[in-house]
Nanobody, 119 residues
């Protein structure tokens, strides 16, 4: 019954910014590794950013310096601040959560995604 719901996607001009939000329910977010993935049409889903239980963040090389992942454990919410957006950032973005460890091989929980389009 874990649920993740993304919001904040939309269309923006190159160089602009968007802030994605993920509202989590049915569990305590502080006990999960949480992150953002994106998927281009016809390609596998790829990791964009993650944050572990201790607050350590990890970013894909393609977004370092432009994207910032953060969370508010009191609200069970995850955020992705995206600045200096590029057309190649256009993708479906998904919130994900994995119990306890980021390195676990267990399948994560997924949100249904929010579309980001940069032109």
């Amino acid at each position: 019954h874990v649920q993740l719901v993304e919001s904040g996607g939309g269309s923006v001009q190159a160089g602009g910014s968007l802030r994605l939000s993920c509202a989590a329910s049915g569990y305590t977010a502080s006990r999960y590794c949480m992150g953002w993935f994106r998927q281009y049409p016809g390609k596998p889903r790829e990791a964009v950013a993650r944050i572990d239980r201790g607050g350590t963040t990890t970013y894909a090389d393609s977004v370092k310096g432009r994207f910032t992942i953060s969370q508010d454990n009191a609200k069970n919410s995850l955020y992705l601040q995206m600045n200096s957006l590029k057309p190649e950032d256009t993708a479906m973005y998904y919130c994900a959560a994995k119990f306890w460890s980021c390195s676990s091989s267990a399948a994560p929980y997924w949100g249904q995604g929010t579309q980001v389009t940069v032109s």
